[in-house]
């Protein structure tokens, strides 16, 4: 049940992405275009340096909460969690920092992404995505503040959130009919409103720095930060190789990508739900209640896979096979990334990734070329079918800490 309250917090955000785009279009296709290029700087940065602290987070609020708080007690006291104390720290100081290199930066930015000086759309791209860097904080500390709620399995309140900035949203563009400057504004607010709700279940802050567990946070963050960069230039590395073959290949390509990366969210959505059942139950040592999660988690992984497999062949008229082939491989790429998270083994996820990423690099620089946009989607299909395959080799391996699936005597010596 924790995964379908995430499968909403994760339609919602494309949904209210939709909306914001309706809206600067009507401001005409120069501010819709410069608006596309910042956001796409903006989402770039958010995944890269974001995502890892949202699941480090998950982890160790999950684990926190397993070794400082009873169980009888846990609806009726705050819990004084140093894992929380340290997920908002570090989320209000990278916050800063990206607000302040976006602001700053925005003309390097620019330039990196192919927009030149004389283009009609630097300045107002550069005027977006600067009123853009004033949100990052706010970003940044409601995914952390998310990430904490998962820990806490609490996968409803963060869609609370969502819903409260999102569906404010069309009503504020009316009033101020400044639409890259209200996402911001509401931010800070729903952010504040999300502490609030967060100060119900725990104490923000510890009262002793010495207490917060950086440490902990930026070893695992910095394997993370790795993971998350060899993921999004494999897949950028395939846009541009799309974009080589031409434009009805690359809009082709942009199709099956959309519906392809739409349909991961449901699998992403499972994964962090299980993540966070895992974290708790390993660190008190559980394995049994470990062994039927992960077990539970692959099998319902593997059906989503197959039923997002029919359904896209159902309604793709393009390229079908390789985009409706690779869903189950996608499902189970993603639910073994919350099983390693849930215990935490972040530095096999960020190693995998990148050796995964690397081979499949080769390919898609070699393949499409040859074989045209067909190539590029092997090339992805394997991508994902490597990532579950060094999933499956961790979960087999006997000196790993997933030792319990193999010894079934000690697993049962562990739960007795």
């Not at 609806?75 to 290199?101: D, F």
């Not at 087999?396 to 000690?410: C, H, I, R, V």
């Amino acid at each position: 049940m924790l995964s379908l309250p995430a499968i909403a917090g994760q339609a919602i955000e494309p949904l209210a992405q939709l909306m914001e785009t309706a809206h600067i279009g009507r401001m005409g296709a120069l501010e819709l275009a410069s608006a596309g290029i910042s956001v796409s700087i903006f989402n770039i940065i958010s995944k890269v340096f974001n995502i890892p602290l949202l699941s480090v987070a998950t982890s160790f609020v999950a684990e926190d909460i397993s070794k400082y708080a009873d169980e009888d007690s846990a609806a009726a006291e705050r819990k004084s969690l140093p894992s929380v104390s340290t997920a908002l720290v570090l989320s209000a100081g990278i916050g800063l920092i990206e607000a302040a290199a976006m602001y700053l930066g925005s003309g390097p930015f620019l330039s990196i992404m192919g927009l030149s000086t004389d283009s009609t759309m630097r300045i107002p791209a550069e005027h977006f995505l600067k009123l853009r860097a004033l949100g990052a904080p706010a970003v940044v500390l409601y995914l952390a503040v998310q990430g904490i709620f998962r820990g806490f399995k609490d996968t409803r309140t963060p869609d609370w959130g969502i819903c409260q900035l999102y569906f404010s949203f069309p009503s504020s563009c009316i009033l101020f009919n400044w639409a890259s400057l209200v996402p911001p504004f509401l931010l800070y607010i729903v952010a504040i409103l999300m502490l609030w709700k967060l100060n119900e279940k725990t104490v923000l802050l510890q009262p002793n720095i010495r207490n917060l567990h950086f440490g902990g946070y930026l070893k695992s963050g910095g394997f993370l930060l790795g993971r998350t960069l060899a993921a999004v230039l494999t897949v950028t590395l395939s846009t541009s190789m799309a974009a080589q073959l031409g434009a009805i290949p690359m809009a082709a390509h942009q199709i099956c990508l959309q519906v392809w990366l739409s349909a991961s969210l449901l699998a992403d959505a499972q994964a962090a739900s299980g993540q966070a059942l895992i974290a708790s139950s390993f660190a008190r040592k559980d394995y049994g209640r470990v062994k039927l999660i992960t077990h539970v988690a692959l099998k319902t992984g593997l059906a989503t896979g197959i039923l997002l497999a029919n359904y896209i062949g159902s309604i793709l008229s393009i390229f079908r096979e390789f985009v409706s082939a690779s869903q189950p491989l996608n499902a189970l790429a993603y639910i073994f990334d919350g099983l390693h998270y849930g215990v935490s083994d972040f530095p096999y996820a960020a190693i995998s990734m990148m050796i995964v990423g690397a081979l499949a690099s080769i390919f898609l620089i070699y393949a499409p070329p040859i074989i045209g946009l067909p190539g590029v989607w092997s090339g992805l299909t394997i991508f994902m079918g490597l990532r579950s395959v060094a999933g499956f080799m961790r979960l087999s391996a006997k000196n790993g800490p997933w030792w319990f699936l193999q010894d079934s005597k000690e697993n049962e010596v562990a739960t007795s």
